[in-house]
């Protein structure tokens, strides 16, 4: 089996040097082709010239003065000839190296199914190698040691992440319900629509205020069970956050307890409303630094896996 992958391993390296030709080639065309533009400009322009020159002969021109002009001709034919021998040198290099990658391309058409099969053996070899006390077994150990606790700690900040993802949509439906413009300066009046006041603007108001009432402990939930999934990630999530529970907890029912009694406090929503906009900036810049965590967790990963591969084909080399 050895053998085998030493030999799918010999075409897949053969195959990674084909890529990188066929890179390298794509420039070299994609250079050689603004060449061939530029070329093709100035064999127009030496073509004219000639035209132009040539267009211009008269009868009666002075013998020393045809002379001239006749070599001025002769010059602009050369310089036109030049351009076209380059133009068309240009045109063969570009033919070849288009054949050239052709033939590479044809040849990777297979480099799918090569490195299928060589993950596949690899694998194979990996297992057998791991299962021994060499020193090569003992690294591949340690190394998968390394990648279960990076899949470990991403699947917690992961969670923390979906936790936040719930946890922000609780407190964005809080911040529109408090975001309008109130008019502090009525009571509910038991009922009563108070004076100058539109009815379906009134019972709006006071809806948003009770839906606002009704959806924060649902806040206070979702932001604790985000602390709590963050504590798996962070050793001191409130301190990380700034954000203490129980002080939200308290300011949120110290807000409502006033809403019952009263509903003058034109500030009191403001303040709650700056409170809740404050957590959801909070919560947001937490998310991305959960983001940018689970993905340098996947490349740190993706190299460990690299190094393990890199280890194994030593050995067969």
């Known amino acids: 089996m050895h053998e085998e992958l030493k030999q799918i391993l010999e075409t897949k390296r053969s195959m990674d ?27 127009d322009k030496e073509y004219r010239d000639v035209e132009a020159l040539e267009g211009t002969r008269l009868k009666g021109f002075l013998k020393k003065m045809r002379e001239e002009r006749e070599k001025q001709i002769e010059k602009e034919k050369q310089e036109y000839l030049d351009a076209v021998l380059r133009y068309n040198q240009a045109v063969k290099e570009i033919e070849l190296l288009e054949f050239e990658r052709n033939i590479l391309i044809d040849k990777l058409i297979k480099k799918p199914q090569i ?13 057998e190698l791991v299962q021994t006390n060499s020193r090569l077994g003992q690294e591949l150990r340690k190394i998968d040691e390394q990648i279960l606790e990076v899949h470990l700690k991403n699947k917690e900040i992961l969670e923390a992440f979906s936790q936040g993802k719930k946890c922000l949509q609780t407190f964005w439906l809080i911040e529109q319900y408090l975001k309008n413009d109130f008019r502090p300066e009525y009571a509910p009046n038991h009922g009563f629509v108070p004076p100058g006041w539109n009815p379906v603007e009134y019972f709006s108001q006071i809806g948003r205020l009770e839906k606002a009432r009704q959806k924060l402990p649902s806040a206070s939930k979702q932001l604790k069970l985000f602390i709590e999934q963050l504590g798996d990630v962070y050793p001191n999530p409130e301190m990380f956050l700034g954000i203490k529970i129980k002080d939200f907890e308290r300011f949120s029912s110290y807000f409502f307890d006033s809403y019952i009694a009263d509903w003058r406090f034109k500030d009191r929503i403001n303040q709650l409303y700056k409170e809740i906009s404050r957590i959801i900036k909070i919560i947001e810049s937490t998310m991305d630094v959960l983001q940018n965590e689970v993905k340098k967790g996947e490349q740190s990963s993706e190299d460990l896996e690299s190094k393990k591969e890199e280890l194994i084909q030593q050995k067969l080399s």
Not at 20 to 41: C, D, G, M, P, T
Request: no cysteine; hydrophobic share 30%.
């Open 115 to 127: 490195e299928a099969s060589f993950k596949k053996e690899i694998k194979k070899y990996e297992s």
């Open 17 to 43: 040097q084909a890529q990188k030709r066929v890179k390298f080639l794509n420039e070299e065309i994609y250079r050689s082709n603004k060449l061939l533009e530029h070329l093709a400009q100035t064999v």
